[in-house]
């Protein structure tokens, strides 16, 4: 391993040390402010070695993982989002009894990875890369022990992710006994997916995927999972682990070509539509919160999938625009049913929300901000997501799949537009005690608010990163 | 950079009346009215200064804007005001400063929050007139919807959470479709022409087949019908114009209904000039079925707001069949009928909001004999009844006479049956006058006479109406050199030697 190979490596070896001395900090000496701020500088110095990292670019760094600007820009999503996730749970845990700390150590893990599937180039770090995900999200959805939803959160997510485990393991294994190679580059690059065990193999990892990024038909955890788990686990598991997920489904699924597979664009095709409707059609019927956020990621993922049908540069790009937007309005509007929340339980029935905007003003403008995102509405990121979204589909002439995403669109104001309702309408009577926001969350709050608006009118400066980060993966 | 500043103005202005009314609801109304007075005298400057808009050759525009936004995407904010724009600009800060005043006394609640929305409507509609690029146009269309989603969700009457979602939702789908039928000669566009750009002047004048055409004209045809809105996609517009608050209804009705107009006339007749003469028919037939529908249902209406609501319908009918005719008289009489229902229609609203606010009923049944108990109200609704059934003297007269006039040659039938919408209109502006300010006063009426403020607001209207009235032919030349180049499917940029028929 030469100093190049440290050097791209940087970021990824400074959040596994960050793991070991918040570890050991936490063995010494327990408190929760201490590991707090360890944690964040850990992230904030992994985000500030991308630059050198950045110099050797693009670089294989053993058969397992490449490095390049692909895996730079959606590294720097997760370790932005898993900063935030951290800072908001702060003033969420700080409210908690019992041992806080090791939350941190989690998180710190989960984000690692992540980082590791987003430039994930062998079914070896693959894996790695799913199992410390899964297993510390096993952990951090069960982290509130005396909530049963939170229990009953981890033990689904334990069992269905096992399941997905599993699938990719055995897919692995076929498309191994195929192909001879683990490499990505190599299996993809090779002469198409022909015979039926390789696409078979093939097929049971896109099983696996599935169940991480919550399409339809692998959507079914995705709900009582982000109403069990705490509310900044949410956030993570919506943004940092499926953005991950799709990082690499991207990645290499475009590789694959799939327009030329009539199959698996058939496949990806049936999922995105169904991801749509099922997840808009479903929401509508809820009451909570965060099930309706949950099946709006459900419909997102949808729309999202709509670029790997795209697949092409414009396609790229929109799907890197997208899950910007994605990342900051999800986090931001968890961001505020985070904050809302209190000892006893999460804020997240509609009726926690009514009148918030007379009560807490500056929260019900941001969590109105993010919900406009969710829905597409302009001034906001989302808005400009959708259109590149739509945009690459109609360059690529998906007409069934634009319209579907339209009505859809159009299906997803409604639910959307009733927590702006609730947000609005008259408070109750008896008034909210005069809160103060937490220092870290509400400064959060303002970034993720500032980013959404700043993305939503002047968008220029992402799009041209997004494109160099594109180009590079390329090539 | 005037332009611009017309925009920021009430962008800002809003913001400030919003941190301001919090604390004193009085600063919120008139920082909100000093910023539109602001506009107006910048669209003033914009009048007295060099090229006149009178003097404005046909094919040219009066100010523009050109500057990058998104260069990546080929947008930019390309804004340009011709004769078009400059008197549908007009007409939006006139309502606009109408509308403040008459919510004066009307809105008491959140008074910051009310003037923040209701200038960020202003300012979005002030864009939807101004923009030239396509995403730029989609942009403002979309963000002058969520604020007026808010007017109506807060501050309408009993049943305002259905009637905004309902708005929102028609006219967010019809958005939609307009946003694939952009993308869609965006790509067009780019293909032929290797630089892919959103730009309205550049993308005039695209070539593509007839099958493509005419589907991407239908999106823009179906967000812009839905807005106007054209029988059968106004289900929303009586729900929402009779929950909104006074100033939402006229600013819908005067204002947000003439941006579908609009919208047909600046992008489907110059993007698409043959596929929009394929629907020219469908159209006027749709045209005509408004327009008597509207009439009709009019008449059957016993909440007084909800009735002024479809005679929108109905009068709009005659701005779209101006705009399909093909006649250069009948499109010149459509863009007036614009003017003249926005100020007509607005003042309407006005009048029933005041009633509403005197005796907490809208319903006909409970009303009857107000002239003898406030004079002043009644002498104001007779007026603008009037004007609304299109008596001569009023700008509505000239306006749907030209569009009739305009249209009969080449489609005498269907002219014929407009025509009788008059004698509709006639029935239930009379029937207004009838039921409401003549007749016996209920027992124990008690009705205050209009104020200093709404007796001035009332009369500038009055004056507004007349002078369109007596001097049509003021608005005829400032629109005309733009309605000719829209006409003649050619861009303000490149004059053609042909010169069209004459208007």
């Given at each position: 391993m030469t100093i190049a190979d440290l050097a791209a490596l940087a970021p990824y070896i400074i959040l596994a040390i960050t793991a070991v001395v918040v570890m050991l900090v936490i063995a010494f000496r327990r408190s929760h402010k201490l590991t707090v701020i360890l944690t964040l500088s850990g992230f904030a110095l992994s985000a500030a070695s991308f630059p050198v990292a950045a110099c050797v670019l693009p670089r294989q760094v053993t058969p397992l993982l490449v490095i390049d600007l692909y895996a730079l820009f959606y590294g720097g999503l997760i370790v932005a989002a898993s900063f935030a996730v951290a800072a908001l749970s702060y003033s969420y845990l700080?409210?908690?009894?019992?041992?806080?700390?090791e939350f941190y150590l989690l998180l710190i893990i989960a984000a690692l990875g992540c980082f590791v599937l987003a430039a994930a180039a062998h079914f070896a770090s693959f894996f790695l890369g799913i199992e410390l995900l899964s297993v510390s999200l096993y952990a951090l959805s069960a982290y509130?022990?005396?909530s049963d939803r939170g229990v009953e959160a981890g033990v689904k997510y334990l069992i269905l992710a096992a399941v997905s485990s599993a699938f990719i393991l055995f897919g692995m294994a076929l498309v191994y006994a195929e192909?001879?190679?683990?490499?990505f580059n190599t299996i993809a690059s090779g002469a198409g997916i022909h015979g039926p065990i390789l696409l078979a193999g093939i097929c049971m990892i896109l099983v696996g995927l599935g169940f991480k990024l919550a399409?339809?038909?692998?959507?079914?955890w995705t709900p009582d999972v982000y109403q069990g788990a705490p509310a900044p686990v949410t956030a993570f598991i919506a943004t940092a682990s499926k953005g991950a997920v799709f990082a690499l489904l991207f990645r290499y699924f475009t590789l694959l070509d799939i327009r030329a597979h009539p199959g698996l664009f058939a496949i990806f095709t049936l999922s995105a539509i169904s991801s749509m409707f099922a997840g808009n059609l479903l929401a509508?019927?809820?009451?909570?919160v965060k099930r309706i956020l949950a099946y709006s990621s459900i419909s997102h993922l949808g729309y999202l999938l709509v670029t790997v049908l795209a697949s092409g540069p414009l396609a790229a790009a929109a799907a890197a625009f997208y899950l910007t937007a994605y990342f900051i309005t999800t986090l931001g509007a968890f961001g505020v049913v985070t904050l809302l929340s209190e000892k006893a339980r999460d804020?997240?029935?509609?009726?926690?929300?009514?009148g918030l905007a007379w009560t807490r003003p500056g929260l019900a403008a941001v969590f109105t901000a993010m919900l406009f995102s969710l829905a597409g509405?302009?001034?906001?990121a989302g808005f400009v997501g959708k259109f590149y979204v739509m945009a690459a589909g109609v360059h690529s002439a998906l007409w069934l799949v634009v319209i579907i995403m339209i009505i859809n669109s159009v299906i997803g104001l409604f639910y959307y537009l009733r927590i702006v309702v609730a947000i609005f309408s008259p408070a109750k009577t008896e008034q909210a005690l005069a809160h103060r926001l937490s220092l870290s969350g509400g400064t959060v709050l303002a970034a993720l608010f500032t980013l959404l608006v700043w993305f939503g009118l002047y968008p220029g400066p992402v799009i041209e990163i997004i494109k160099h980060a594109i180009h590079f993966s390329r090539g | 950079m005037i332009l611009i500043w017309l925009l920021i103005i009430p962008l800002i202005g809003g913001l400030a009346a919003w941190s301001l009314g919090n604390r004193n609801a009085l600063s919120a109304r008139w920082i909100s009215l000093a910023a539109l007075v602001l506009d107006a005298v910048l669209l003033f400057g914009l009048w007295l200064s060099p090229p006149s808009v009178l003097a404005l050759?046909?094919?040219?525009?009066?100010i523009e804007f050109n500057n990058p936004w998104i260069p990546q995407l080929g947008i930019s904010l390309h804004l340009a005001v011709d004769g078009l724009s400059f008197a549908l600009i007009a007409l939006t800060l006139f309502l606009g400063i109408i509308s403040i005043v008459c919510s004066w006394t009307e809105i008491r609640e959140r008074v910051g929050f009310f003037h923040l929305n209701l200038l960020w409507i202003l300012a979005g509609i002030l864009g939807v007139f101004m923009a030239l690029d396509l995403f730029l146009f989609y942009f403002f269309w979309e963000l002058m919807l969520i604020p007026m989603y808010f007017l109506i969700s807060i501050?309408?009457?009993?049943n305002r959470v259905y009637a905004s979602l309902k708005f929102f939702i028609f006219t967010q789908a019809g958005g939609l479709l307009m946003l694939i039928s952009i993308l869609s000669l965006y790509f067009i566009h780019g293909k032929n022409t290797g630089s892919y750009t959103f730009d309205y002047p550049l993308l005039l004048?695209?070539?593509?087949s007839s099958r493509a055409a005419f589907w991407t004209m239908l999106g823009f045809v179906i967000a812009f019908i839905v807005k106007i809105p054209v029988v059968p996609f106004h289900p929303w517009l009586p729900d929402a114009h009779t929950e909104a608050p006074t100033a939402g209804s006229v600013i819908l009705a005067g204002l947000m209904l003439k941006t579908g107009a609009y919208g047909l006339l600046r992008f489907v007749l110059p993007l698409f000039p043959d596929a929009a003469a394929s629907i020219s028919q469908a159209m006027l037939v749709l045209a005509v079925i408004g327009i008597l529908y509207g009439a009709v249902l009019a008449f059957g209406q016993t909440d007084l707001k909800r009735l002024v609501a479809y005679t929108s319908v109905s009068h709009m009918g005659f701005v779209l069949l101006g705009i399909f005719s093909g006649s250069g008289i009948a499109l010149s009489g459509a863009v007036l009928q614009m003017l003249a229902h926005g100020i007509s229609t607005g003042a309407l609203f006005i009048i029933v909001g005041m009633i509403q606010e005197r005796i907490?009923?809208?319903?006909?049944?409970?009303?009857?004999?107000?002239w003898s108990a406030a004079p002043r109200l009644g002498g104001v609704g007779l007026v603008f009844a009037l004007a609304s059934l299109g008596l001569?003297?009023?700008g509505n007269f000239v306006a749907e006479f030209m569009v009739l006039l305009g249209s009969y040659h080449t489609h005498g039938i269907l002219t014929a049956a407009a025509a009788a919408g008059l004698v509709l209109s006639a029935l239930y502006a009379l029937w207004i006058v009838q039921n409401v300010f003549h007749g016996e006063p209920r027992p124990g009426l008690k009705l205050p006479d209009l104020t200093a403020r709404e007796t001035g607001m009332m009369a500038i209207a009055i004056l507004a109406i007349l002078w369109l009235g007596f001097f049509p032919r003021t608005v005829q030349k400032i629109v005309e050199p733009a309605l000719h180049s829209i006409q003649c499917g050619v861009s303000p940029e490149k004059p053609t030697p042909d010169q069209g028929s004459g208007i």
């Amino acid at each position: 391993m030469t100093i190049a190979d440290l050097a791209a490596l940087a970021p990824y070896i400074i959040l596994a040390i960050t793991a070991v001395v918040v570890m050991l900090v936490i063995a010494f000496r327990r408190s929760h402010k201490l590991t707090v701020i360890l944690t964040l500088s850990g992230f904030a110095l992994s985000a500030a070695s991308f630059p050198v990292a950045a110099c050797v670019l693009p670089r294989q760094v053993t058969p397992l993982l490449v490095i390049d600007l692909y895996a730079l820009f959606y590294g720097g999503l997760i370790v932005a989002a898993s900063f935030a996730v951290a800072a908001l749970s702060y003033s969420y845990l700080d409210k908690q009894q019992g041992h806080k700390e090791e939350f941190y150590l989690l998180l710190i893990i989960a984000a690692l990875g992540c980082f590791v599937l987003a430039a994930a180039a062998h079914f070896a770090s693959f894996f790695l890369g799913i199992e410390l995900l899964s297993v510390s999200l096993y952990a951090l959805s069960a982290y509130l022990r005396h909530s049963d939803r939170g229990v009953e959160a981890g033990v689904k997510y334990l069992i269905l992710a096992a399941v997905s485990s599993a699938f990719i393991l055995f897919g692995m294994a076929l498309v191994y006994a195929e192909t001879g190679s683990m490499q990505f580059n190599t299996i993809a690059s090779g002469a198409g997916i022909h015979g039926p065990i390789l696409l078979a193999g093939i097929c049971m990892i896109l099983v696996g995927l599935g169940f991480k990024l919550a399409v339809v038909p692998f959507h079914m955890w995705t709900p009582d999972v982000y109403q069990g788990a705490p509310a900044p686990v949410t956030a993570f598991i919506a943004t940092a682990s499926k953005g991950a997920v799709f990082a690499l489904l991207f990645r290499y699924f475009t590789l694959l070509d799939i327009r030329a597979h009539p199959g698996l664009f058939a496949i990806f095709t049936l999922s995105a539509i169904s991801s749509m409707f099922a997840g808009n059609l479903l929401a509508l019927f809820q009451n909570n919160v965060k099930r309706i956020l949950a099946y709006s990621s459900i419909s997102h993922l949808g729309y999202l999938l709509v670029t790997v049908l795209a697949s092409g540069p414009l396609a790229a790009a929109a799907a890197a625009f997208y899950l910007t937007a994605y990342f900051i309005t999800t986090l931001g509007a968890f961001g505020v049913v985070t904050l809302l929340s209190e000892k006893a339980r999460d804020a997240d029935n509609l009726d926690d929300y009514q009148g918030l905007a007379w009560t807490r003003p500056g929260l019900a403008a941001v969590f109105t901000a993010m919900l406009f995102s969710l829905a597409g509405i302009p001034l906001t990121a989302g808005f400009v997501g959708k259109f590149y979204v739509m945009a690459a589909g109609v360059h690529s002439a998906l007409w069934l799949v634009v319209i579907i995403m339209i009505i859809n669109s159009v299906i997803g104001l409604f639910y959307y537009l009733r927590i702006v309702v609730a947000i609005f309408s008259p408070a109750k009577t008896e008034q909210a005690l005069a809160h103060r926001l937490s220092l870290s969350g509400g400064t959060v709050l303002a970034a993720l608010f500032t980013l959404l608006v700043w993305f939503g009118l002047y968008p220029g400066p992402v799009i041209e990163i997004i494109k160099h980060a594109i180009h590079f993966s390329r090539g | 950079m005037i332009l611009i500043w017309l925009l920021i103005i009430p962008l800002i202005g809003g913001l400030a009346a919003w941190s301001l009314g919090n604390r004193n609801a009085l600063s919120a109304r008139w920082i909100s009215l000093a910023a539109l007075v602001l506009d107006a005298v910048l669209l003033f400057g914009l009048w007295l200064s060099p090229p006149s808009v009178l003097a404005l050759d046909r094919g040219s525009w009066l100010i523009e804007f050109n500057n990058p936004w998104i260069p990546q995407l080929g947008i930019s904010l390309h804004l340009a005001v011709d004769g078009l724009s400059f008197a549908l600009i007009a007409l939006t800060l006139f309502l606009g400063i109408i509308s403040i005043v008459c919510s004066w006394t009307e809105i008491r609640e959140r008074v910051g929050f009310f003037h923040l929305n209701l200038l960020w409507i202003l300012a979005g509609i002030l864009g939807v007139f101004m923009a030239l690029d396509l995403f730029l146009f989609y942009f403002f269309w979309e963000l002058m919807l969520i604020p007026m989603y808010f007017l109506i969700s807060i501050w309408g009457h009993e049943n305002r959470v259905y009637a905004s979602l309902k708005f929102f939702i028609f006219t967010q789908a019809g958005g939609l479709l307009m946003l694939i039928s952009i993308l869609s000669l965006y790509f067009i566009h780019g293909k032929n022409t290797g630089s892919y750009t959103f730009d309205y002047p550049l993308l005039l004048g695209t070539v593509m087949s007839s099958r493509a055409a005419f589907w991407t004209m239908l999106g823009f045809v179906i967000a812009f019908i839905v807005k106007i809105p054209v029988v059968p996609f106004h289900p929303w517009l009586p729900d929402a114009h009779t929950e909104a608050p006074t100033a939402g209804s006229v600013i819908l009705a005067g204002l947000m209904l003439k941006t579908g107009a609009y919208g047909l006339l600046r992008f489907v007749l110059p993007l698409f000039p043959d596929a929009a003469a394929s629907i020219s028919q469908a159209m006027l037939v749709l045209a005509v079925i408004g327009i008597l529908y509207g009439a009709v249902l009019a008449f059957g209406q016993t909440d007084l707001k909800r009735l002024v609501a479809y005679t929108s319908v109905s009068h709009m009918g005659f701005v779209l069949l101006g705009i399909f005719s093909g006649s250069g008289i009948a499109l010149s009489g459509a863009v007036l009928q614009m003017l003249a229902h926005g100020i007509s229609t607005g003042a309407l609203f006005i009048i029933v909001g005041m009633i509403q606010e005197r005796i907490h009923t809208r319903e006909t049944g409970s009303m009857g004999g107000f002239w003898s108990a406030a004079p002043r109200l009644g002498g104001v609704g007779l007026v603008f009844a009037l004007a609304s059934l299109g008596l001569p003297g009023f700008g509505n007269f000239v306006a749907e006479f030209m569009v009739l006039l305009g249209s009969y040659h080449t489609h005498g039938i269907l002219t014929a049956a407009a025509a009788a919408g008059l004698v509709l209109s006639a029935l239930y502006a009379l029937w207004i006058v009838q039921n409401v300010f003549h007749g016996e006063p209920r027992p124990g009426l008690k009705l205050p006479d209009l104020t200093a403020r709404e007796t001035g607001m009332m009369a500038i209207a009055i004056l507004a109406i007349l002078w369109l009235g007596f001097f049509p032919r003021t608005v005829q030349k400032i629109v005309e050199p733009a309605l000719h180049s829209i006409q003649c499917g050619v861009s303000p940029e490149k004059p053609t030697p042909d010169q069209g028929s004459g208007i």
